[in-house]
């Protein structure tokens, strides 16, 4: 494996919209630093379902971006769907709740799927684009930065997987908004997820969604 493309972006205003949004990404050409926020100089608009130390760098696999290009019927540039960094031979269905990706001194820990949200479908100009990203059950990947430095395209990356029980990112979308109890709870519980998904499954009564 190794780093395909870097990518950033700037505030933008989406069409017919009044707010803007960084999710128009693009790939950048030298080393970027990253730190516990992500990406040095990307912007994150929305901070309230966007960016923070558990979701500060967003993947995608080439394999599932190769999907999306045969799917969509158009070539794929890098940063359409607002990533960070795409990593070369990695399907996004292969990756698990605490799966790392080393690259130089950065170390990257997943912690949870991207949810698509009406931003990323009015980004791609398809009112439901939602729905077919969400049918696709291909989801991004967010990392918490374990440890920082600097990246670069071609950079080789080294792929470990979790020693514990398996939490993908397709179980992670189809459970999302779902109430987990018993053995899933505990198996959900013992993974490195997301703060805010272990704050819900922690949280009084038992139950989380």
Not at 36 to 62: F, M, T, W
Not at 107 to 128: G, H, N, Q, W, Y
Request: include cysteine; charge should be neutral.
């Amino acid at each position: 494996m190794k780093i395909l493309a870097l990518c950033t972006g700037n505030p933008e205003r989406l069409p017919g919209k009044s707010y803007k949004t960084g999710i128009f990404k693009h790939a950048v050409n030298g080393a970027v630093m990253i730190d516990a926020e992500g990406l040095v100089g990307d912007a994150i608009c929305n901070r309230k379902h966007h960016g923070g130390v558990d979701q500060a760098v967003y993947i995608e696999g080439s394999l599932t971006l190769d999907w999306w290009a045969q799917e969509l019927g158009r070539p794929y540039e890098a940063g359409t769907f607002g990533e960070n960094m795409v990593i070369s031979d990695l399907d996004n269905r292969d990756a698990a709740v605490g799966d790392r990706f080393l690259a130089g001194d950065l170390i990257l820990e997943v912690t949870s799927c991207r949810m698509p949200c009406a931003t990323f479908a009015a980004r791609m100009a398809d009112p439901k684009f939602v729905k077919r990203y969400t049918a696709a059950a291909r989801p991004g990947i967010y990392c918490r930065v374990i440890r920082g430095g600097v990246a670069e395209p071609g950079m080789p990356m080294e792929y470990m997987s979790f020693s514990g029980d398996k939490i993908t990112m397709p179980e992670l979308m189809e459970t999302f908004g779902r109430r987990l109890q018993g053995a899933d709870r505990a198996r959900y519980l013992s993974a490195p997820i997301h703060y805010k998904l272990r704050a819900m499954l922690e949280s009084p009564g038992d139950e989380a969604h």
